[in-house]
Nanobody, 116 residues
Framework: QVQLVESGGGLVQPGGSLRLSCAAS????????MAWYRQAPGEQRELVAR????????NYGDSVKGRFTISRDNDKNTVYLQMNSLKPEDTAVYYC?????????WGQGTQVTVSS
């Protein structure tokens, strides 16, 4: 079993920055790719960014390219999402996702609210 715990969400003004963290624990030897998704009220969950096991491959949703950066620290079993130039439309619950032995694991989510 792998558990994912997100942190770092909160309220920020437009144009501000936040950094989300997602720490994996448990049977992490099979930990592979990791990703961030988000879901706004009334909307479908969408991919924000993902990163390969070694960190050499990343890709981003079109709406966040150039503003968000995903990274990971495998020594700490943690993936990060640096979010800059935040917009009100970035408001959502952000979920961490990991592939472990071919299965998908989700975190509980962390709320990000961008508002003045």
């Amino acid at each position: 079993q792998v558990q994912l715990v997100e942190s770092g969400g909160g309220l920020v003004q437009p144009g501000g920055s936040l950094r989300l963290s997602c720490a994996a624990s448990g049977s992490i030897s099979g930990l592979n790719g990791m990703a961030w998704y988000r879901q706004a009220p009334g909307e479908q969950r969408e991919l924000v960014a993902r990163i390969s096991r070694g960190g050499s491959f990343t890709n981003y949703g079109d709406s966040v390219k150039g503003r968000f950066t995903i990274s990971r620290d495998n020594d700490k079993n943690t993936v990060y999402l640096q979010m800059n130039s935040l917009k009100p439309e970035d408001t959502a619950v952000y979920y961490c996702n990991a592939v472990v032995y071919g299965s998908t694991v989700w975190g509980q989510g962390t709320q990000v609210t961008v508002s003045s």
